[in-house]
């Protein structure tokens, strides 16, 4: 069984994510005491770690990111597990395997990389000599379904967080893998269009919408310093 899902997020009133775009905070509380407010919030969540994508990252790893080497065959893997010593999970979304990272954690997590198929047999010995542990996703890495399944089976996990851009945010909004939403509204504005946005689903069709079948129940709103404004919300699937 897949963990629960929790999408922890802050942005702007305007659901912006750049936060050097975003107005200043009404008082002299500066943005690292939002992010204190951020970090302090995700461990009231109780879970077992956290879920980005390629792009975020690569803004915390050292090792450079470099072109994927992927066969044009799908050919079968099987998941790896590192020597995790019973830490929390940093998980990232990297079908084409473009990330080298050169340890096994960030912080005091574990690394754990999610992977499509097709990735080579020389990055995959690259990841278990740095003792990184992966998985698979179907052959393009896009089932994260069959990933979430697998990191609750093999890792014992129960409970996610989901702390993305707006396209991982997305892709996992379109595959129904989100149970709750966490949410921190800094008090200031973007206000410009095409700004990357919570949810950013890369649609094909203008008509299609990523969150049907879907609503929000609203489980507690809390007004914390600086202003920001918590809330949190149940997704529940309708009949």
Request: aromatic content about 6%; some cysteine.
């Amino acid at each position: 069984m897949r963990p629960k899902i929790i999408c922890h997020m802050i942005g702007s009133i305007d659901g912006r994510l750049i936060s050097n775009r975003w107005t200043p905070l009404p008082d002299s509380a500066g943005k690292n005491k939002v992010l204190e407010i951020y970090e302090e919030s995700a461990a009231k969540l109780g879970a077992q770690g956290w879920i980005v994508g390629r792009k975020t990252m690569a803004d915390m790893v050292r090792g450079a990111e470099h072109a994927a080497k992927t066969s044009s065959q799908a050919t079968a893997r099987t998941s790896h597990m590192g020597n995790r010593q019973q830490r929390n999970l940093a998980i990232t979304i990297d079908p084409s395997g473009k990330l080298h990272y050169g340890v096994d954690h960030i912080g005091k997590e574990h690394l754990v990389t999610v992977l499509g198929s097709r990735v080579s047999e020389d990055y995959l010995a690259e990841l278990r000599a740095d003792g990184v542990s992966y998985l698979f996703a179907g052959d393009d890495g896009h089932d994260l379904a069959t990933a979430m399944d697998c990191i609750g089976a093999d890792f014992q996990t129960e409970c996610l967080l989901l702390e993305g851009g707006g396209t991982i945010n997305g892709a996992f909004l379109k595959a129904d893998l989100i149970d709750e939403i966490s949410l921190l509204v800094y008090p200031g504005i973007d206000g410009l269009a095409g700004i990357p946005s919570i949810f950013d689903y890369q649609g094909q069709d203008a008509n299609e919408r990523p969150a049907s079948g879907r609503r929000l129940r609203l489980m507690s709103v809390e007004t914390l310093e600086a202003e920001v404004v918590w809330m949190r919300y149940r997704v529940e699937r309708q009949q």
